[in-house]
């Protein structure tokens, strides 16, 4: 059973675009939703992370938007740079609990 | 600032031999530590999580006979891969969570088995 789904797997926009990624979860009981980010034979590093007292969290050109009754949230990317072209991962933990989710990733390419 | 350092960055072993990889939590008290492996083309999959003053659970599919994990202390924990084959090449995180709830991840040992 997969507690975490993204969509799209993969996207591609034109730069100055903005890209939204989606996630969506099944347990109620998540209460910290972080997205990270991957680049090519790298280590994932954390992007921007949201929990459920907000709707929304913004970072610069990162803006998280989330819905707790459809328990589904998004990544909006305003601006995309070919620099943010990357895999990103959706991920949750639980209320009290110790480990993190993850994702299958949405794998964002951004044309120049 | 809080950091974990993993190590080794990379590794090669030959099939059928094991080996082992460490994660040091700077900075902070890790209350628990996660170790996760991503293989190749896949997402992060958990393989077992291990928490001050309790038992390591490990996650289906993966054991403590494959991969035995120490932690011996709020700061350090390693895990041994025995008896390597193909299917267990990819990259290994620790996941370190501090007693706020966020998780810092290290930059991963990147296993290769020839």
């Known amino acids: 059973q997969q507690q975490v789904r993204q969509s799209p797997q993969s996207l591609t926009v034109w730069e100055g675009e903005t890209a939204i990624l989606n996630c969506s979860y099944e347990d109620s009981t998540f209460d910290y939703f972080p997205w990270y980010w991957q680049f090519p034979r790298e280590s994932p590093a954390l992007l921007i992370a949201?929990?459920?007292?907000?709707n929304k969290k913004e970072d610069g050109r990162f803006t998280i938007f989330f819905n707790k009754r459809e328990k589904k949230l998004s990544l909006h990317i305003t601006d995309s740079q070919p620099g943010d072209s990357a895999t990103y991962f959706c991920?949750?933990?639980?209320?009290?609990?110790?480990?993190?989710?993850f994702g299958s990733g949405t794998r964002l390419l951004v044309s120049p | 600032g809080a950091l974990v350092y993993q190590y080794p960055r990379r590794t090669i072993c030959k099939s059928g031999t094991s080996m082992r990889m460490e994660c040091q939590a700077v900075g902070f008290q890790a209350t628990s530590v996660a170790w996760y492996r991503q293989s190749p083309q896949k997402t992060f999959e958990l393989i077992a999580l291990?928490?001050?003053?309790?038992?390591?659970?490990?996650e289906q599919n993966f054991t403590q006979e494959k991969f035995p994990i120490s932690h011996p202390n709020l700061s350090f924990s390693s895990m041994t891969v025995l008896n390597a084959y193909l299917e267990d090449r990819g990259l290994y995180l620790c996941g370190a969570r501090d007693g706020t709830g966020k998780v810092f991840f290290g930059k991963g040992t990147r296993l290769t088995v020839v």
């Open positions: 291990s928490t001050v003053n309790s038992a390591i659970k490990y």
């Open positions: 949201i929990r459920p007292v907000s």
């Open positions: 991920a949750a933990s639980e209320a009290g609990g110790y480990k993190v989710v």
